[in-house]
Protein backbone atom coordinates (compact mmCIF):
# COMPACT_ATOMS: atom_id res chain seq x y z
CA UNK A 1 0.00 0.00 0.00
CA UNK A 2 1.60 3.31 -1.38
CA UNK A 3 2.59 5.62 1.73
CA UNK A 4 3.11 2.95 4.47
CA UNK A 5 5.66 2.85 7.17
CA UNK A 6 8.90 1.37 6.99
CA UNK A 7 9.41 -2.33 8.42
CA UNK A 8 12.41 -0.90 10.36
CA UNK A 9 12.06 1.67 12.85
CA UNK A 10 14.89 4.63 12.85
CA UNK A 11 16.82 4.89 15.84
CA UNK A 12 17.34 8.01 18.48
CA UNK A 13 20.61 7.83 20.22
CA UNK A 14 20.89 9.20 23.72
CA UNK A 15 23.53 9.74 25.77
CA UNK A 16 22.31 10.93 28.46
CA UNK A 17 22.17 8.76 31.86
CA UNK A 18 18.87 11.50 32.78
CA UNK A 19 16.06 8.52 33.34
CA UNK A 20 13.64 10.99 33.56
CA UNK A 21 14.55 12.14 29.86
CA UNK A 22 14.83 9.31 28.23
CA UNK A 23 11.49 8.28 29.86
CA UNK A 24 10.43 11.51 27.88
CA UNK A 25 11.89 10.97 24.46
CA UNK A 26 10.89 7.54 24.79
CA UNK A 27 7.03 9.07 25.37
CA UNK A 28 7.67 11.46 22.38
CA UNK A 29 9.39 8.59 19.60
CA UNK A 30 6.74 6.06 20.29
CA UNK A 31 6.03 4.48 17.19
CA UNK A 32 8.45 6.53 15.27
CA UNK A 33 12.01 5.28 16.17
CA UNK A 34 13.57 2.67 18.42
CA UNK A 35 15.25 4.98 21.67
CA UNK A 36 18.94 3.68 22.45
CA UNK A 37 20.53 5.12 25.43
CA UNK A 38 24.41 5.47 26.38
CA UNK A 39 25.74 6.55 29.23
CA UNK A 40 29.38 7.96 27.24
CA UNK A 41 30.31 10.17 23.94
CA UNK A 42 32.90 7.15 23.06
CA UNK A 43 29.88 4.42 22.85
CA UNK A 44 27.93 7.11 20.65
CA UNK A 45 31.07 7.30 18.20
CA UNK A 46 31.02 3.37 18.21
CA UNK A 47 27.78 3.05 17.58
CA UNK A 48 27.75 5.62 14.48
CA UNK A 49 30.59 4.17 13.06
CA UNK A 50 29.32 0.66 12.94
CA UNK A 51 25.30 1.30 12.13
CA UNK A 52 25.00 4.93 10.77
CA UNK A 53 22.72 4.52 8.11
CA UNK A 54 19.88 4.08 10.77
CA UNK A 55 20.51 6.97 13.70
CA UNK A 56 17.71 9.19 12.44
CA UNK A 57 18.97 11.59 15.88
CA UNK A 58 21.87 11.59 18.30
CA UNK A 59 21.19 13.57 21.60
CA UNK A 60 23.97 14.76 23.66
CA UNK A 61 24.46 16.35 26.46
CA UNK A 62 27.26 19.35 26.39
CA UNK A 63 29.58 16.81 28.47
CA UNK A 64 29.33 13.14 29.42
CA UNK A 65 30.35 11.41 33.14
CA UNK A 66 33.49 11.53 32.07
CA UNK A 67 33.74 15.62 31.23
CA UNK A 68 35.02 14.88 27.63
CA UNK A 69 32.88 18.15 25.62
CA UNK A 70 30.32 17.56 22.60
CA UNK A 71 31.74 19.36 20.05
CA UNK A 72 34.22 17.50 19.16
CA UNK A 73 31.94 14.71 18.74
CA UNK A 74 29.70 16.90 17.29
CA UNK A 75 32.29 17.75 14.22
CA UNK A 76 32.85 13.51 14.05
CA UNK A 77 29.32 12.69 13.54
CA UNK A 78 28.34 15.60 11.25
CA UNK A 79 31.15 14.65 8.92
CA UNK A 80 30.69 10.65 8.94
CA UNK A 81 27.00 11.23 9.19
CA UNK A 82 25.14 13.56 7.58
CA UNK A 83 22.20 12.12 7.69
CA UNK A 84 21.99 11.99 11.22
CA UNK A 85 20.40 15.11 12.83
CA UNK A 86 22.33 16.59 15.84
CA UNK A 87 20.61 17.50 19.11
CA UNK A 88 22.59 19.09 22.25
CA UNK A 89 20.75 19.35 25.82
CA UNK A 90 21.43 21.97 27.15
CA UNK A 91 20.72 25.21 29.55
CA UNK A 92 19.16 28.24 28.15
CA UNK A 93 21.01 31.68 29.46
CA UNK A 94 23.80 34.20 28.83
CA UNK A 95 26.58 32.49 30.32
CA UNK A 96 26.29 29.68 27.58
CA UNK A 97 25.71 31.96 24.64
CA UNK A 98 29.66 31.05 23.25
CA UNK A 99 29.12 27.14 24.14
CA UNK A 100 26.01 27.28 22.23
CA UNK A 101 27.51 28.54 19.50
CA UNK A 102 30.64 26.58 19.45
CA UNK A 103 28.02 23.34 18.92
CA UNK A 104 26.27 25.44 16.34
CA UNK A 105 29.22 26.16 14.59
CA UNK A 106 30.11 22.26 14.75
CA UNK A 107 26.61 20.80 13.20
CA UNK A 108 24.21 21.12 15.94
CA UNK A 109 20.82 21.21 14.41
CA UNK A 110 18.76 21.89 17.28
CA UNK A 111 18.90 22.68 21.17
CA UNK A 112 17.07 21.27 23.84
CA UNK A 113 16.91 23.62 26.58
CA UNK A 114 16.64 22.30 30.30
CA UNK A 115 12.91 23.16 31.78
CA UNK A 116 12.27 25.07 29.04
CA UNK A 117 11.45 22.40 25.74
CA UNK A 118 12.67 19.23 26.95
CA UNK A 119 9.39 17.65 28.03
CA UNK A 120 5.70 17.24 26.21
CA UNK A 121 4.94 18.50 22.85
CA UNK A 122 7.64 20.95 22.80
CA UNK A 123 10.47 18.08 23.48
CA UNK A 124 8.64 16.43 20.14
CA UNK A 125 9.00 19.69 18.12
CA UNK A 126 12.31 20.01 18.67
CA UNK A 127 12.73 15.98 17.84
CA UNK A 128 11.05 16.90 14.52
CA UNK A 129 12.11 20.13 13.69
CA UNK A 130 16.27 18.62 14.09
CA UNK A 131 14.95 15.94 11.36
CA UNK A 132 13.39 18.51 9.06
CA UNK A 133 16.73 20.80 8.96
CA UNK A 134 19.38 17.46 8.55
CA UNK A 135 16.86 16.58 5.73
CA UNK A 136 17.18 19.75 4.26
CA UNK A 137 20.73 20.14 4.43
CA UNK A 138 21.10 16.71 2.91
CA UNK A 139 18.75 17.28 0.10
CA UNK A 140 20.42 20.88 -0.83
CA UNK A 141 23.98 19.26 -1.13
CA UNK A 142 22.11 16.57 -3.10
CA UNK A 143 20.20 19.32 -5.15
CA UNK A 144 23.06 21.90 -5.61
CA UNK A 145 25.35 20.09 -8.28
CA UNK A 146 22.24 20.01 -10.43
CA UNK A 147 21.22 23.57 -10.17
CA UNK A 148 22.59 26.83 -11.69
CA UNK A 149 24.75 28.43 -8.85
CA UNK A 150 22.96 31.84 -9.80
CA UNK A 151 19.15 29.60 -8.19
CA UNK A 152 20.49 28.12 -5.47
CA UNK A 153 19.27 31.12 -3.15
CA UNK A 154 15.35 29.55 -4.31
CA UNK A 155 16.78 25.90 -3.38
CA UNK A 156 17.54 26.91 0.25
CA UNK A 157 14.70 29.34 0.68
CA UNK A 158 12.53 26.54 -0.14
CA UNK A 159 13.93 23.84 2.14
CA UNK A 160 14.38 26.15 4.91
CA UNK A 161 10.79 26.63 5.42
CA UNK A 162 8.71 23.88 3.18
CA UNK A 163 5.72 24.23 4.80
CA UNK A 164 5.50 27.83 4.23
CA UNK A 165 6.92 28.20 0.95
CA UNK A 166 5.03 26.56 -1.72
CA UNK A 167 4.18 28.59 -4.34
CA UNK A 168 6.20 31.51 -6.32
CA UNK A 169 4.48 34.04 -4.53
CA UNK A 170 5.63 33.15 -1.01
CA UNK A 171 8.87 32.20 -2.61
CA UNK A 172 9.69 35.63 -3.78
CA UNK A 173 8.52 36.88 -0.50
CA UNK A 174 10.61 35.00 1.64
CA UNK A 175 13.82 36.20 -1.25
CA UNK A 176 12.57 39.36 -0.56
CA UNK A 177 12.56 40.05 -4.43
CA UNK A 178 9.47 40.81 -7.09
CA UNK A 179 8.05 37.36 -8.41
CA UNK A 180 9.42 38.58 -11.84
CA UNK A 181 13.12 39.22 -10.91
CA UNK A 182 12.62 35.00 -10.04
CA UNK A 183 11.75 34.37 -13.42
CA UNK A 184 14.60 36.84 -14.95
CA UNK A 185 16.89 34.77 -12.60
CA UNK A 186 15.62 30.90 -14.32
CA UNK A 187 15.60 32.44 -18.10
CA UNK A 188 18.99 33.99 -17.54
CA UNK A 189 20.35 30.48 -16.09
CA UNK A 190 18.81 28.41 -18.75
CA UNK A 191 16.86 26.26 -16.64
CA UNK A 192 13.67 25.58 -15.38
CA UNK A 193 11.10 28.41 -14.63
CA UNK A 194 10.84 29.25 -10.70
CA UNK A 195 7.20 27.42 -10.63
CA UNK A 196 8.89 23.77 -11.20
CA UNK A 197 12.07 24.18 -9.86
CA UNK A 198 10.36 24.51 -6.83
CA UNK A 199 8.32 21.52 -7.22
CA UNK A 200 11.22 19.69 -7.91
CA UNK A 201 12.77 20.62 -4.96
CA UNK A 202 9.51 19.67 -2.24
CA UNK A 203 9.19 16.43 -3.94
CA UNK A 204 13.37 16.00 -3.12
CA UNK A 205 12.65 16.48 0.30
CA UNK A 206 9.09 14.68 -0.18
CA UNK A 207 11.25 11.49 -1.47
CA UNK A 208 14.44 12.12 1.02
CA UNK A 209 11.79 11.52 3.65
CA UNK A 210 10.56 8.98 2.38
CA UNK A 211 13.17 6.80 2.30
CA UNK A 212 14.94 7.64 5.67
CA UNK A 213 12.18 8.20 7.86
CA UNK A 214 8.69 5.99 8.48
CA UNK A 215 6.46 8.43 7.46
CA UNK A 216 3.48 7.83 5.78
CA UNK A 217 2.79 10.26 2.48
CA UNK A 218 -0.77 11.49 4.41
CA UNK A 219 1.64 12.36 6.49
CA UNK A 220 3.92 14.04 4.74
CA UNK A 221 1.59 16.04 2.48
CA UNK A 222 0.03 17.80 5.99
CA UNK A 223 3.63 18.45 7.21
CA UNK A 224 4.86 20.00 4.44
CA UNK A 225 1.85 21.81 3.29
CA UNK A 226 0.63 19.87 -0.27
CA UNK A 227 -3.10 20.51 -0.84
CA UNK A 228 -3.71 17.02 -0.09
CA UNK A 229 -2.43 13.19 -0.31
CA UNK A 230 -3.56 12.70 -3.61
CA UNK A 231 -2.02 15.49 -4.74
CA UNK A 232 1.00 14.58 -3.84
CA UNK A 233 0.83 11.09 -4.64
CA UNK A 234 0.15 11.94 -8.17
CA UNK A 235 2.37 14.65 -8.44
CA UNK A 236 5.24 12.18 -7.66
CA UNK A 237 3.82 9.55 -10.36
CA UNK A 238 3.79 12.75 -13.07
CA UNK A 239 7.29 13.83 -11.95
CA UNK A 240 8.97 10.39 -11.69
CA UNK A 241 6.80 7.82 -13.30
CA UNK A 242 6.77 5.83 -9.52
CA UNK A 243 4.62 5.75 -6.81
CA UNK A 244 5.46 6.77 -3.45
CA UNK A 245 6.61 3.30 -2.16
CA UNK A 246 8.35 2.72 -5.08
CA UNK A 247 10.52 5.92 -4.66
CA UNK A 248 10.58 4.87 -0.63
CA UNK A 249 12.18 1.32 -1.42
CA UNK A 250 14.44 2.62 -4.97
CA UNK A 251 16.35 5.38 -3.51
CA UNK A 252 14.49 7.69 -2.28
CA UNK A 253 15.81 11.26 -3.14
CA UNK A 254 18.30 9.81 -6.12
CA UNK A 255 15.11 8.33 -7.59
CA UNK A 256 13.91 12.72 -8.08
CA UNK A 257 17.20 14.04 -8.57
CA UNK A 258 17.66 11.60 -11.81
CA UNK A 259 14.46 12.66 -12.95
CA UNK A 260 15.44 15.82 -12.28
CA UNK A 261 18.29 15.83 -14.75
CA UNK A 262 16.74 14.39 -16.98
CA UNK A 263 13.99 17.09 -17.61
CA UNK A 264 16.80 19.51 -17.11
CA UNK A 265 18.06 18.14 -20.36
CA UNK A 266 15.37 18.33 -21.61
CA UNK A 267 14.43 21.86 -21.27
CA UNK A 268 18.03 22.91 -22.26
CA UNK A 269 17.14 21.58 -25.81
CA UNK A 270 14.03 22.85 -26.23
CA UNK A 271 13.64 26.50 -26.07
CA UNK A 272 10.15 28.61 -24.62
CA UNK A 273 9.40 25.01 -23.47
CA UNK A 274 6.79 26.06 -20.29
CA UNK A 275 6.88 24.87 -16.76
CA UNK A 276 5.58 20.31 -16.72
CA UNK A 277 2.23 19.89 -14.44
CA UNK A 278 1.57 23.56 -13.37
CA UNK A 279 -0.79 23.12 -10.39
Known amino acids: MAGQRS????????????????????????????????????????????????????????????????TALT???????????????????????????????????QFLF????????????????ARRQCASECVYRALAPLVPPTLHSMVEAALNAPDA?????SLSAALGIHRKTLFNRCERAAFLGPSELLRWVRLALVAYLLETTGCTLERLAIDLAFPSDVSLRNMLKRYTGLRS???????????????????????????????????
Open 75 to 109: RRIAAASPRTAIIVHCRAGGEHTSEIRSLAAAGVH
Open 114 to 129: RGIDDYGIALKAVLQA
Open 245 to 279: IDIRRGGGCAVVLDALQVRAAVSQHRDGQPDLHLM
Open 7 to 70: AALPIVLVASPERDLQARLAQATRGDARLLCVDKFDAVASFISQSADSVAIVLLPVRDGSGMEA
Open 165 to 169: ITNVD
